[in-house]
């Protein structure tokens, strides 16, 4: 495809459901990044992969919050017994290559879901 | 801890007149940084990047190691500039994390 994509735009949920969310990212793009961007906010850092791995997901905020990519390509955010405060836009990045101190790739994102808690 | 400062949330100027967004940011060792622009209804996009010391569209930022500043400036601001800016710090030897800034909207009036 010609960008990042995720789906859905728009998810909305009574609180304590879970919900999946998922960024199929540029094809041949080897890292991937989750982002939640909170209204008024900037994008905050969640989780990122390297093809499969799962290298950092220092930003996850509880372990409510779990991030999967499988094969090295589509990814899932998935949040467990939702809350009020999940409410966010969730955004997903791609990039070509990003390892090492020489890697200087930027990140492009996709339109992200926006999920309200009800 | 590192930081992305961006003191103003709207800034609004003047078709022509010159515009600076302001961004600090709070690290100690050697940082890659970025602005970052979503227009109305876009997806957020790269704008320009320290490294390549590039003007795109117009615009400019230098890297201030000594102010730890990055602040973007165009000297003539076009209405199509009006948008969110957001100033982006990627660091450290694990490169895979960016801080953003809460973002700037720029409003440019006709």
């Known amino acids: 495809g010609a960008g990042v994509s995720q789906s859905p735009r728009y998810k909305v949920a009574k609180r304590g459901q879970d919900v999946a969310l998922r960024c199929d990212p540029i094809s041949g793009h080897v890292s991937l990044f989750w982002y939640q961007q909170a209204l008024g906010q900037g994008p905050e850092f969640l989780t990122y992969?390297?093809?499969?791995?799962?290298?950092?997901k220092s930003g996850l905020p509880s372990d409510r919050f779990f991030a999967e990519r499988p094969e090295g390509s589509v990814s899932t955010l998935k949040i467990q017994r939702t809350q009020q405060e999940d409410s966010a836009v969730y955004l997903c990045a791609s990039s070509l290559r990003d390892r090492g101190e020489y890697s200087n790739q930027p990140q492009h994102f996709g339109d992200g879901t926006r999920l309200s808690i009800l | 801890a590192q930081r992305v400062t961006q003191p103003e949330k709207l800034l609004s100027v003047f078709k022509g007149a010159p515009v600076e967004l302001k961004c600090n940011y709070s690290?100690?060792?050697?940082?890659?940084l970025f602005w970052y622009v979503q227009y109305s209804r876009q997806r957020l996009q790269l704008l320009l990047r320290?490294?390549s010391r590039e003007s795109i569209k117009g615009f400019t930022a230098d890297l201030n190691k000594g102010e730890t500043s990055f602040h973007l400036k165009k000297p003539f601001a076009q209405e199509e500039d009006s948008a969110m800016y957001y100033c982006a710090l990627k660091f450290g030897y694990n490169f895979n994390k960016f801080y953003f800034g809460s973002g700037t909207k720029l409003n440019v009036k006709p």
């Open positions: 690290y100690s060792g050697s940082p890659e």
């Open positions: 320290h490294i």
């Open positions: 992969f390297q093809n499969e791995a799962q290298l950092d």
